[in-house]
């Protein structure tokens, strides 16, 4: 594996706004579903439409913010999307379940697949020039002969990294299943979307990171054991 690197400095990307993240797209969605969603405020449509307005705009600020088109972005965007039309337009509570599952489903697929091209999917966010000092780690790699040992342990990272959205896609259906189970159309239906929305981040999201740290700390610790390096050498020291 050898990658041309140039001597500009790279400058390094925005990190986004988790805490905002938390409330566009799951803390005001759920109380809006949750405690708007009866005839005496919004109304079940209504209630449904200003909850997913929230994830629609935030997510079309950050499309705005970052300048680019991102693949995950897009399938968020369709999701919010999806649940709004299955609501408005009172399909079975299944096809939730099934679109929820759908979404991490999709997206491991394409983790799996990336891995068996040039370059896997986990390689093309993980190994960014803005955090490691890859020039470094990818020339001692090659003095020691030990590129191809490099880049299968990569491939078994990302298909771990692949593995974690089963996790997800099967966690997603299974809480869907259990939470929501009111017809579509319903106040009932919209409380319990919203119950569903606030539950995804401690049921899934944590343990989803969780696992996506332990892929970066073996990615890391295999760095470090085939280069020999020290970790600080590791990392990008450019400000």
Not at 35 to 41: G, H, N
Not at 99 to 110: S, T
Not at 151 to 176: P, Q
Request: proline letters at 4%; a neutral charge.
């Amino acid at each position: 594996m050898r990658t041309c690197m140039t001597e500009q400095t790279v400058k390094k990307p925005q990190a986004s706004n988790t805490f905002l993240e938390l409330i566009f797209n799951i803390l005001i969605p759920s109380l809006i579903l949750m405690k708007l969603s009866s005839d005496e405020y919004l109304g079940t449509v209504y209630g449904l439409v200003v909850a997913l307005m929230f994830p629609l705009v935030y997510g079309l600020y950050d499309f705005y913010k970052s300048k680019g088109l991102n693949f995950f972005s897009v399938l968020g965007f369709l999701s919010t999307l999806l649940t709004g039309g299955i609501g408005l337009f009172e399909l079975d509570a299944e096809w939730l379940a099934i679109k929820e599952a759908a979404i991490p489903a999709v997206i491991g697929l394409v983790v799996l697949w990336s891995g068996f091209s040039h370059k896997p999917l986990l390689a093309k966010f993980l190994l960014n020039p803005a955090i490691f000092n890859l020039k470094l780690i990818y020339d001692t790699l090659a003095a020691k002969n030990l590129t191809q040992d490099f880049k299968a342990k990569i491939h078994r990272a990302n298909h771990l990294l692949a593995s974690t959205f089963v996790f997800s896609a099967t966690a997603n259906y299974v809480l869907a299943k259990l939470i929501v189970t009111s017809p579509a159309g319903t106040v009932e239906f919209n409380e319990q979307l919203g119950k569903m929305t606030m539950l995804s981040y401690p049921v899934i999201a944590i343990p989803s990171f969780v696992m996506l740290m332990a892929i970066l700390v073996y990615v890391v610790k295999t760095m470090t054991r085939l280069t020999e390096l020290k970790l600080e050498d590791l990392f990008n020291q450019e400000d």
